[in-house]
């Protein structure tokens, strides 16, 4: 394929093996790789850099790095790596269940970070020198100038720190993805200007990736399609919730809140979300727009049914199926997908202009509407935050959804005070499960308390949640938010004692 | 005074007395008055509606209203309400002793809101229908624009919103403030633009309120300062924290990753952040400029001194001597003060461009990161948030400071576990007591967790912080964030019990 996809003939010049790309990486690098949700992420160099860690540790050397993503990368990547145990700092967020185990069982570090700050974070030098950037691209101009792929995320930033850039030209990516993607950079202060963008249709950047091509060590050809990304059907709660949200935006809409077509939406990973987008796409909204992270199945139905005019994401995320339906189709959808970099996808002076309506996943709520979305019991890391706190504290809508139950019943969703605090009752405007919808804006911590236990708590756990805040209304030290602090965390310890509530 | 403050005929013949004034406010209404932390609020309808309230309970009638406010204002405003208990729910930022001991008996609801979403939230409607909007101003031009007084909070908001307006005329406000405000009105979705401000000193509105002079009701001429806010001398502490904080920004600067005259300055209220100032204005930096909420006297200085060059905030809060001192050099100062509603002081998207430096008070920091402004013992409310999410999310610097001791060294402000959670472990970058810096920049919670111990906990602590630590990681169920969960929160429930930790 080279000739086909590597039109610049001085880096036709470094095409090579993974295997010898991977050895310009050294013990304690910092890699920063493209992939955002398991898209765009590079798929042969991990594998052959976890070989070398591997055969590392047959001589009992230790060979760990940094890696730095836009998001979670597939079991090729962080698998890989991780399985190796060839990681020592992981981040921004992470989905693998090889790395998952690394972090919770103390072996590898982890920061979890707002997705909008990592950039910055990096550029400032808060990570340490980043010495390799590993970059999945679709193709490279005769110019030098690269075709992204399926994810944008942190790639313009990787390209411009790392000492050394591999690049991976992966022939399963289609090539008319040229021209879908908004390459805009932020500058740091004090030197940073307003972002002109005041629609998600808007284009204020260029589609090109463009790095120093005298950075470029390795170009590695690959053929190698993106995570599979299966999203079950809408199960009977998934239905419930998003009837839930249906029913609230009408009320909104009727109410003169927001516009007849809503404002941008925005929507979070996995199989709630891509359900609610479903009720959206069988709703009576049109001529919708989304400002998101990730356009996941749901979100290209709305396309193809018309629904959706226009969906600005950082990463495509979808199965294998939708995949192949968008690279099928792909002069039709690229009228409406623009692709950004995630600090600009996920950027507070963008979503609080936009005003979008957010929705996203959590763990858990406490009865004030406090928020856990990322530790199992307090200390489990389960995925990160995500992007869900750029959006939940400057969206215009800002709601947070889950089944009332886990566990098959086990565990309750709505407790009294939640294991870990991700978003604080400040940034919780909406919380929905499927027994329903508790709208807590502009109330206080009392009021909120009776809204989430009738709403949202299952039947099951609704009597002990009344019972906990009536008797923190009367014994606690303050009442603004009754709490009995000798019992706030105890359905928590009780579960890991008797493995339920 | 009203040939000389109220040039506009029809609006002298709406003059009249407090008492009559507070007669167009009404059972049930939610009124909208002026005010932040002590400054520009009213000072004689609120006390005049405050003896309508305490008629009616002697009838024994019940009077409350809503009370909706820029931020903190003063006995003769929240204090008076209060003591009356004629207030059904007030937000958002309070501070009064009156209105405080409401909030925490549970005979008043309390709103808690970052303050840069409260102008949207009312003008949504999510705190329901504004009746009375209650105005101080420093004078009423001819064509009846409103020049605005100390504060500007949220004013334009409330003009905009209420049926009636009430407006006190304060000859104790110097003239000479004219000029120094600028209001600029940010829309509501779908229809908000970039805010083209890329600087403090910048000017993007115009210096006056404006209102629909068929909504005025009512003119109420008054006579009284605003709050002596006084503040106490930079004690030993606040010195030792002050010393810590300039160390830092050295090497921050000397690193390149801040310019020679710092980014701009954001300082929370209180004699921390007085103390603080004072450390800068006998620093090294010069031509420092602030994007804050609140100048109180320490940034007063600063103007004076040239450390400061421009000061940008929403509200004026000096002491006494500050004041006087302000008004007698009016001419030099206003060259270096903005005063900017409250959405634009605090808007995420100027603080994210600007990148600010923002340092503030908290109650308590946990091992890992997390903090509690607002909540003694996770359920008495102190004072509020303020502006402090808006800020420590979005700035390039997020610093939280506190002395390392409380309550005479009864209780440590570094515990395992905060009661309460305000700024999450994401948005917490420099933790900052007497004793030391916590850099968490980059830093996994395990990581965190040490440097937070050694550095900023009272070694009076130390021992028993690292014990909980070494104990929750070698026996907890994830070992992400290590936590002993039956644990976490015993310190304080010690403190309920025995009154120390």
Same sequence: chains 1, 2.
Avoid at 416 to 442: C, I
Avoid at 480 to 498: G, Q, Y
Wanted: charged residues 20%; hydrophobic residues 40%.
């Amino acid at each position: 394929m080279s000739e086909s996809r590597i039109h610049n003939a001085a880096l036709r010049g470094k095409i090579m093996s993974a295997d010898e790309a991977a050895a310009f990486i050294h013990p304690g690098d910092n890699v920063g790789v493209s992939g955002f949700t398991g898209s765009g992420h590079p798929k042969s160099v991990p594998q052959a850099l976890a070989r070398r860690v591997t055969a590392a540790a047959e001589r009992g050397e230790t060979f760990r790095v940094g890696l730095w993503t836009g998001a979670s990368t597939a079991p090729e990547c962080d698998g890989a790596l991780f399985k190796a145990n060839g990681v020592s700092m992981r981040l921004p967020y992470q989905s693998d269940p090889e790395c998952r185990n690394r972090i919770n069982s103390g072996e590898a570090d982890y920061t979890d970070v707002h997705l909008s700050h990592v950039a910055q974070n990096a550029a400032w030098g808060h990570y340490g020198k980043l010495n390799v950037a590993l970059i999945e691209v679709v193709a490279i101009l005769e110019d030098g100038r690269l075709v992204p792929s399926t994810a944008v995320g942190n790639n313009p930033t990787w390209l411009e720190l790392a000492d050394k850039v591999i690049l991976e030209v992966n022939a399963a990516q289609d090539t008319r993805l040229e021209g879908m993607h908004d390459i805009y950079n932020i500058a740091l202060p004090p030197h940073r200007q307003p972002i002109a963008l005041v629609a998600p249709a808007d284009r204020i950047g260029d589609p090109y990736l463009r790095v120093d091509p005298e950075k470029i060590v390795a170009v590695v050809e690959t053929n190698c399609s993106d995570r599979d990304n299966k999203f079950s059907a809408p199960d009977e709660n998934s239905r419930l919730i998003a009837g839930h949200i249906l029913d609230f935006l009408q009320h909104e809409v009727k109410k003169g809140r927001i516009p007849a077509n809503l404002l941008p939406l925005q929507s979070g990973v996995g199989n709630i979300a891509n359900a609610v987008m479903a009720g959206l796409n069988d709703g009576p909204f049109d001529n919708l727009t989304a400002y998101t992270e990730v356009l996941q199945d749901g979100m290209l139905d709305m396309i193809r049914s018309g629904k959706l005019v226009c969906a600005s994401a950082t990463a495509v995320s979808l199965s294998a199926k939708a995949l192949a339906d968008l690279f099928a189709n792909m002069d039709e959808y690229r009228k409406s997908i623009i692709l950004r970099p995630q600090e600009v996808s996920n950027n507070p002076e963008i979503i609080r202009r936009l005003g979008t309506i957010s929705m996203n996943g959590m763990l858990e709520a406490d009865i004030y509407g406090n928020v856990n979305s990322t530790h199992v019991m307090g200390t489990r890391m389960m995925n990160g935050l995500g992007g869900s706190g750029d959006f939940a504290r400057n969206a215009y809508l800002s709601i947070f959804m889950t089944p009332s139950l886990a566990k098959d019943g086990a565990l309750s969703c709505i407790v009294p005070m939640v294991s870990h605090v991700d978003h604080t009752e400040h940034d919780v405007q909406v919380l929905v499960t499927e027994q329903g919808l508790a709208d807590l804006r502009g109330l206080s911590p009392r009021q909120r308390a009776k809204v989430v236990i009738e709403k949202c708590a299952h039947p099951n756990f609704r009597a002990a949640l009344t019972d906990y805040y009536r008797r923190a209304e009367a014994g606690a030290n303050g009442k603004h938010t009754p709490h009995l602090l000798d019992e706030a965390l105890s359905w928590h310890v009780k579960v890991l004692r008797d493995g339920k509530m």
